[in-house]
């Protein structure tokens, strides 16, 4: 299975929601791609993120590292804490994992395949 494309990202996290999209490039177990969302925190403020990602797919998992992020908040760049995305489950067109950061911030994600 190759789940190189484009991806609808929605995650829950501890304080609020994030709501974006993703692209993935796969070659033979390596991913690389693009995480490009808005974080919501319940009440309080949204941030704009891009998240370059890496990881490798073992035994049908995919661990991806954030290898570089830019955040904005209302048009200023501002320091963002790097993700960790492991997922848990993979089929063709859905994708389901966690996120977590070095804060422990944790969260629960679902890419969903563009059709």
């Known amino acids: 299975m190759n789940i190189s494309g484009s991806w609808t990202y929605n995650e829950d996290f501890e304080y609020g929601n ?16 693009v995480f ?7 009440n309080n403020y949204s941030i ?23 955040a904005l908040q209302n048009g200023r760049e501002i320091s963002y804490l790097p993700n960790t995305f492991e997922t848990h489950r993979i089929t063709e067109n859905q994708i389901i ?6 804060e422990n911030v944790c969260g629960v994600f679902v890419l969903e395949r563009k059709v």
């Open 36 to 42: 490009s969302f808005t974080e919501a925190v319940e």
């Open 48 to 70: 704009q993120v891009t998240e370059k990602v890496k990881g490798t797919i073992i035994d049908g998992k995919l661990l991806l590292e954030s290898v570089e992020v830019k």
């Open 18 to 33: 994030s709501v974006g999209e993703v692209e993935l490039t796969q070659s033979g177990n390596e991913v690389s791609g």
């Open 97 to 102: 994992g966690s996120t977590f950061d070095s």
